[in-house]
């Protein structure tokens, strides 16, 4: 209470008076500096004790299972080769060690020898004479006997002044493993070292339990428990330091026995470790976030339960491991608290803060790492405390710090709810019986806009709000719950007023309060109309759109209301953003929104969904009945260009029209709105018009049933496979080939066509899904039947060009091939011409990728529309498959023939085999067999075929249905089959 006076109190001279600068230097500033000048010269003066090192004695060492008397010891020991040093296990250590000549000749010194160690029980020593001495005589001689005292340092031994011995024996029992040797002294050096290390021991202890009851005192009168948590890890620190100094068998000057040492270690590394973890994840909880905290304690107490357990059962040889093991995990766990208060804290102090605890932390783990490693004695006593205290310090001070911070942001949130709270502007009021105001604080009045001198009795609740029900509304208040009302409008034209209304009753009286909330009202309802509209045109946005969707189609559910969809697609805006930037677009856009505005009433909403995708909505009406509407927008936009100042642009639309279905989501009715905007674009008009029964619906419908399964399972029971044989013309009876084609059922188990289906897959993404499953099936398929598929060399299958380009979908095929490596040596992979032209230097690395598993490459509609022989030497293709439309038509003129023969001819010139597909009749086989084409595939050989003919069959003759077909294929193959 003194030096709180004396430093509160103001000096005697005036403030601002020369005598009261001076006294207000010399005490703030003078003094101070004069103490830390002190300091510093204390610390460069030459210490009163030096810490000195003795010379350590070569030494031989015997661990002993049983006892030994000192002449068996002896004996065994002679036969051991020398050391300066061993770590030895727990049980009895017997050492033996040399004399330095000259030891017993200067009788003025006075030598000493130290042990540093502490033995379980009492150690012996003797003095005795080496080997060579006197031969047998020196094996006889007695043993003279040191008396050993147990110092600071470990066990000591005077010498006398005249030994007559040159060898010393000891015998010790270890209770725990130690590094064991024998140091040669000066005694006045030795009784120095001593004093030096009980000098750097009290001001470790003095130092670190001085700094742990400051902080328990801290904590019993500011009831912060964290700081009871800092003082008891400071006393951990204080015993691991005195463990690492080699000082821990003692405490505040009493000895503690080896026996209990053992146990006091292991508890001081298991509280310590849960002390760490503890402390550090409380001092930086505010930046870990909520999952990283929690994951941070499960792992310290699952990891602390595990520490138990192996101190509890683990040998002593175990435990510097299981040290070593501590100190690294407890540096990850921290180091994951530390890198989050790096990153995190937005101010220097903290910063500096955290990087104190860092460096302090690095060096008390790294004395753990050294007891672990057994290499504590490589830390000087000095140096230690000093490092050992600092680290205290800096760590206290961090910890002390941030709790400060912490309950100055405690105070800082409670004051700042308590104003919140005092200076809300809440309308307090007072209702009579009849439901007149008795009552109005300011805010009130300025709230309903009442004049100050107004007669309040005069003006009734009813006045400016609909009547209430004010039991209701009390009960609500009692329960917690504000009640939401709207003030009258003086007239139409006037913004609506929103408040909160809070009211009890107090017999037939009402007291109440009036929030007033208009200005939060309109913001939600600005919010909500930017949820749902797009700000840019001033229409319905994605959500907006279906949200009215949505609505449509309840209606058509509920009271079958119909609705028809318009999907309107813009072209040529990406080009237009591209070349004039995309504020000329987006003002194009809004030139267009306004056009289609003006064909739509109030009741038919717009919305856009994409870039230059647009929906409208016309509740009511059929898609029939909207035909003339949407051919107006089209004609609209189409008929005249759009002016924006100069420039005029031409824009090109396109509309798909449709009725929605009851069974459709608004994904589903875009969808199908989408497709026939494709279709249009496709047929070139300007409206696509599919009505609610049109074929077209319900094959979209089954498609998108079919991308649905295909996208949640991978598969699909409207999909299957068929095989195509494809027939030899060298050997035609024994190979049975055939190519792999994918075939669609919708619900009335009909085929359907799958190249619509293959385009629609292509349009919406999904035909990798359909590649992945039709070899994953194929692959599946060959493996379960591959006896009977004998004489199948080569199976054909389709890859699309869109899958073709899919990195993450050649990823996941090879990856399918690599599961069945015996079975893709016998695909052959069709690729579309066109498709591989498009990238010539990545469809040579997919071919090369796929020959180098053994599969086989072809080019797919070779010949149809693109100079494909500058191209062909430039891909490692195995086969030519030659388009379809030239095969069939090729007998009809000489050019046919000549086209088709060329390409068979440069085929064979760059080592590449053939396969005429469509071949149709006997005359066309013959021909084609005639130029020398290697394989053939249509119906005059074979339709395609369900799995299990191509598994009844041993070769290609029983599926083949044309007589003069299977007499061909029996004069080619020189036999004739039954």
Request: glycine content about 6%.
């Amino acid at each position: 209470m003194a030096i709180k006076t004396l430093l509160s109190s103001p000096p005697a001279s005036p403030p601002h008076s020369a005598a009261g600068r001076v006294w207000s230097f010399l005490l703030y500033f003078g003094i101070p500096a004069l103490l830390a000048l002190g300091l510093a010269a204390s610390l460069l003066l030459q210490p009163r004790y030096s810490s000195g090192s003795g010379q350590p004695l070569t030494t031989r060492f015997l661990h002993a299972d049983a006892w030994l008397e000192p002449t068996a010891a002896l004996q065994q020991l002679r036969q051991r080769p020398t050391r300066l040093a061993l770590h030895a296990d727990a049980g009895q250590a017997w050492l033996l060690a040399d004399l330095p000549a000259g030891s017993s000749t200067d009788p003025g010194t006075r030598l000493a020898l130290l042990v540093p160690a502490h033995p379980a029980g009492a150690p012996q020593c003797w003095l005795t004479p080496s080997l060579h001495a006197g031969d047998d005589a020196s094996s006889s001689a007695p043993l003279e006997e040191l008396e050993v005292r147990d110092g600071l340092l470990g066990q000591e031994m005077r010498l006398p002044n005249a030994p007559t011995a040159d060898q010393v024996l000891c015998r010790l029992d270890m209770s725990a493993p130690a590094r064991l040797s024998i140091e040669e002294w000066q005694s006045h050096e030795l009784a120095g070292a001593t004093a030096y290390t009980a000098q750097a021991s009290g001001l470790l202890e003095g130092g670190l339990l001085t700094l742990a009851a400051f902080l328990i005192v801290i904590s019993l009168t500011m009831r912060e428990q964290p700081y009871t948590v800092l003082a008891c890890w400071i006393l951990c620190n204080l015993r691991l330091g005195a463990w690492a100094l080699g000082w821990d068998h003692q405490f505040l000057g009493v000895i503690i026995p080896p026996a209990p040492l053992i146990w006091i270690r292991k508890l001081t590394v298991l509280v310590h470790y849960v002390l760490t973890v503890q402390l550090f994840t409380t001092l930086f909880q505010p930046s870990l976030d909520a999952a990283t905290l929690r994951r941070l304690r499960l792992v310290g107490r699952t990891s602390a339960a595990c520490l138990l357990v192996a101190l509890l059962v683990l040998p002593g040889e175990w435990f510097p491991f299981t040290i070593f093991l501590t100190a690294w995990l407890a540096s990850a766990l921290v180091a994951v608290a530390v890198v989050h208060g790096l990153f995190r804290f937005n101010t220097r102090s903290q910063l500096w803060h955290t990087i104190g605890v860092c460096l302090a932390l690095a060096l008390l783990l790294t004395g753990l790492v050294l007891i672990g490693l057994g290499r504590e004695h490589l830390i000087a006593p000095f140096a230690g405390v000093a490092a050992l205290l600092l680290c205290n310090v800096l760590v206290a001070l961090a910890a002390a710090d941030k709790m400060r911070e912490e309950r100055q942001l405690r105070l800082r949130q409670r004051n700042d709810l308590i104003a919140r709270d005092t200076l809300t502007p809440l309308g307090l009021f007072t209702l009579g019986a009849t439901r007149h105001f008795e009552h109005l604080n300011p805010n009130a009045r300025d709230i309903l806009d009442i004049a100050p001198d107004a007669d309040l009795h005069a003006l009734a609740w009813s006045d400016f709000f609909p009547k209430v029900d004010w039991l209701e509304i009390s009960v609500a208040t009692e329960q917690g719950r504000d009640t939401e009302i709207q003030r009258i409008q003086a007239s139409p034209d006037a913004p609506a007023r929103n408040f909160l209304l809070r009211a009890t009753l107090v017999g037939s009286r009402i007291e109440g309060s009036l929030q007033d909330i208009s200005a939060r009202t309109e913001t939600i309802r600005k919010l909500r109309l930017m949820a749902d509209n797009d700000p840019l045109t001033d229409t319905l946005n994605r959500r907006g759109i279906e949200k009215s969707m949505q609505k449509a189609i309840e209606d058509l559910q509920q009271v079958n209301t119909p609705c028809a969809l318009a999907f309107l697609d813009l072209d040529h805006l990406k080009r237009v953003n591209d070349l004039f930037g995309h504020s000329m677009g987006d003002t194009l856009l809004q030139m267009v929104c306004e056009r289609l505005k003006y064909s739509l009433s109030d009741n038919q909403p717009l919305g856009r969904i994409g870039n230059d995708e647009f929906i409208i909505l016309f509740p009511g009406k059929r898609a029939g009945e909207v035909r003339r509407t949407a051919q107006d927008m089209i004609e609209s936009l189409n008929g005249s260009a759009l002016y924006v100042g100069e420039r005029a642009f031409q824009l090109k639309s396109a509309m798909g029209l449709i009725d929605i279905d009851r069974t459709m989501t608004p994904k589903d009715a875009i969808a199908a709105a989408s497709r026939a905007c494709r279709d249009a674009r496709k047929q070139h008009q300007d409206v696509v018009l599919y009505e609610e029964n049109a074929r077209e619906l319900f094959d979209h419908i089954d498609e998108m049933h079919l991308f649905e399964q295909l996208e949640s399972t991978g598969t699909s029971e409207d999909i299957f496979l068929e095989m195509q044989p494809i027939m030899s013309l060298r050997h035609p009876l024994q190979t049975l080939n055939f190519e792999a084609l994918l075939r669609v059922r919708n619900t009335g188990a009909r085929p359907l066509q799958t190249g619509k289906i293959i385009q629609a897959a292509e349009d919406s993404g999904m035909v990798t899904a359909i590649d992945k499953w039709v070899f994953t099936t194929l692959l599946d398929w060959m493996s379960r039947h591959h006896l009977k598929l004998g004489q199948t060399r080569q199976v054909n299958v389709n890859l699309s060009g869109v899958s073709l380009n899919d990195d993450r979908f050649i990823d996941a095929l090879f990856g399918i091939l690599n599961q069945q490596p015996q079975f893709t040596r016998r695909l052959c992979v069709e690729i579309t011409e066109g498709v591989a032209l498009q990238d010539l230097e990545r469809t040579r690395q997919f071919m090369r990728r796929l020959q180098r598993m053994g599969a086989r490459v072809a080019l797919d509609d070779f010949g149809a529309g693109y100079t494909s022989f500058s191209y062909l030497k430039e891909l490692p293709a195995d086969m030519i498959k030659i388009d379809g439309t030239l095969i069939r038509d090729m007998l009809a003129s000489e050019a046919n023939i000549a086209i088709v023969n060329s390409i068979v001819d440069l085929a064979h010139n760059l080592g590449m085999e053939c396969i005429a597909e469509w071949v149709e009749d006997v005359a066309t086989l013959r021909a084609l067999a005639d130029m020398g084409v290697d394989y053939v595939q249509g119906y005059v050989i074979s339709k395609s075929r369900p799995p299990l003919d191509i598994l009844a069959c041993e070769n290609i003759m029983p599926l083949v249905a044309d007589p003069a077909a299977r007499a061909y294929i029996e004069e080619i193959s020189g036999r004739r089959m039954p």
